[in-house]
């Protein structure tokens, strides 16, 4: 079955940093999602990415799909604190089954 | 071992029946959590709960009910199932106040016809 590895798996960066999350699958993907998670808030959609070498903006957070679409990135620009949170890839395996990377933990630091 | 386990995988069922689905988890989590996807992949919190407070999704029907008959489980019971029901649900389970991680089970793929 197809599953996800997320790097880092916690990360703390400075207010106004950059910062790159990786979602890595064992399989083609046949749709990558993004989501976000706060505490007591549930997870929040993000975004989705389908075709090879796609990149969608939703304000200073982007993501991408490489051409191979077994990799995505979230990179996000001139972090605020109003990002940290726990961020998870979710991919869709063909219909069958959905499955989600393990997380990765943002702290941003005023 | 599996660290979240739902059963059942898939349920195809009535309108009009009461059905339950099971989730486990063998991590020492002390809160459960149950989202809803539906078929854009949205992900919606239906419930979270640990040994100490339920917190319920306000938008949820009241035909879905948490039971947990201990800290390792949290089932989903969900009575005079409607159309509408028909989604994948997924069971997840983290260490309480996290900023940890969640574990999410594989999802149970409910139909109802």
């Known amino acids: 079955s197809q599953e996800l590895e997320q790097s880092p798996q916690s990360l703390i960066v400075q207010e106004g940093k950059n910062l790159t999350i990786n979602c890595t699958s064992s399989k083609t993907l046949y749709g990558l999602y993004w989501y976000k998670q706060k505490y007591g808030e549930g997870l929040i959609f993000l975004m989705m990415l389908q075709k090879g070498g796609e990149e969608k903006s939703h304000e200073k957070i982007t993501a991408k799909l490489d051409e191979k679409k077994q990799q995505s990135s979230l990179h996000i620009t001139a972090s605020q604190p109003s990002h940290a949170g726990i961020y998870l890839c979710g991919a869709d395996n063909y219909g069958q089954n959905f499955v989600f990377g393990p997380g990765t933990r943002l702290s941003v630091l005023p | 071992d599996t660290a979240v386990s739902q059963t059942p995988k898939y349920l195809v069922t009535q309108m009009g029946n009461d059905k339950s689905i099971k989730c486990e988890q063998n991590?020492?989590?002390?809160?459960m959590y149950w989202y809803k996807q539906d078929s854009k992949k949205f992900l919606k919190i239906m419930f979270s709960y640990n040994n100490k407070e339920l917190i319920i999704n306000e938008t949820v029907p009241n035909r879905f009910s948490p039971k947990s008959p201990d800290k390792a489980h949290l089932n989903l019971h969900i009575n005079s199932l409607e159309l509408g029901d028909s989604a994948v649900y997924f069971c997840?389970?983290?260490?309480?106040?996290?900023?940890?991680?969640?574990?999410f089970g594989s999802g149970t793929r409910l139909t109802v016809v």
């Open positions: 997840a389970s983290s260490r309480q106040g996290s900023n940890y991680g969640y574990t």
């Open positions: 991590l020492g989590h002390d809160t």
